[in-house]
């Protein structure tokens, strides 16, 4: 899940020099306005947090994924929904098409255990050794319209994951390590449509997390890293795209985060200045300033 749903407390010094508290220790003791949810994300630009406590959960016990492979995105897709939508308590569900498996991604095509290149759709199910090969062998019969899954577990099930977590195939020291990376998120059913699009047009690649919802996208070098195309199919399907890579001169000319609304700009501004009105934290972080 995301931070801001982990996050049950924090101490913090505003803008302002004044330090306060929010949250607690435990989850069910927030009263009045829930400023965690307001400071996760907000990159420091609101307070410095001095003290925060996390919600962990427990490491599970066993770890199972399956493996489609040779799926296009559209039916990658399709395969992810129909897994996620189903009572098997699906954790985790991602897609590499063909491209990602692409020359110096070392090792990820053997922790897949696949030796010519191919799409890989992986999902994910963990919990008590018994029911996760339990469920592992529900799935493979629900999703056997796509294929034949192959089944990988505990030490290779996390290693691929851990791969597909860092980006693997998109690192800075891989074939791609000099092209602009961005993060784009959108709904999980227009990820697909989404991704092939703008891998299309531009010639870049990508990679799809969360079931379709979270979209990787490695482009090739551009003076302006091909911000307009990305951002503007991120719009048309109500997400955003972040510019996680890019050269130095690229973002100082490109906004790194997705620029906002009017309305809601104008009211992060207001949030913003209610907690360090003289913008003293983290100045231009998130937006470009004259302040």
Not at 14 to 40: E, M, P, Q
Not at 66 to 78: M, P, S, Y
Not at 190 to 216: K, M, N, P
Request: charged letters at 20%; a neutral charge; proline letters at 5%.
């Amino acid at each position: 899940g995301g931070v801001r749903d982990h996050l049950l407390g924090a101490h913090a010094v505003s803008g302002f020099g004044d330090s306060f508290k929010t949250g607690g220790k435990v989850v069910k003791n927030v009263t009045g306005y829930d400023l965690c949810k307001l400071l996760a994300g907000s990159w420091g630009t609101l307070s410095v947090m001095t003290e925060v406590t996390l919600k962990v959960m427990p490491k599970p016990e066993a770890e199972r994924t399956l493996l489609l492979r040779g799926l296009d995105d559209a039916t990658a897709n399709k395969a992810m929904t129909a897994a996620l939508g189903s009572p098997f308590d699906v954790s985790a569900a991602a897609h590499l098409p063909k491209s990602a498996f692409r020359a110096g991604t070392e090792g990820l095509g053997d922790i897949a255990g696949q030796g010519e290149a191919e799409a890989l759709t992986v999902l994910r199910l963990e919990g008590i050794t018994a029911s996760a090969a339990h469920r592992a062998g529900s799935l493979r019969q629900l999703l056997a319209p796509f294929g034949t899954a192959t089944l990988i577990e505990d030490v290779a099930s996390a290693a691929l994951w851990s791969a597909i977590r860092d980006v693997l195939p998109f690192a800075a020291s891989g074939a791609l390590g000099a092209w602009p990376v961005w993060r784009i998120v959108c709904p999980p059913a227009s990820g697909a449509a989404l991704g092939s699009q703008l891998a299309r047009e531009t010639g870049g690649d990508v990679i799809y997390d969360w079931g379709g919802g979270l979209i990787w996208a490695a482009l090739p070098p551009k003076p302006d890293a091909h911000a307009p195309a990305v951002r503007a199919h991120a719009n048309s399907v109500g997400g955003h795209a972040t510019l996680i890579r890019a050269a130095e001169d690229i973002r100082r000319e490109v906004d790194v985060f997705h620029p906002q609304a009017p309305g809601i700009a104008a009211l992060s501004e207001r949030v913003r200045a209610s907690f360090d009105p003289k913008t003293i934290l983290n100045r231009g972080r998130l937006t470009r300033s004259a302040g």
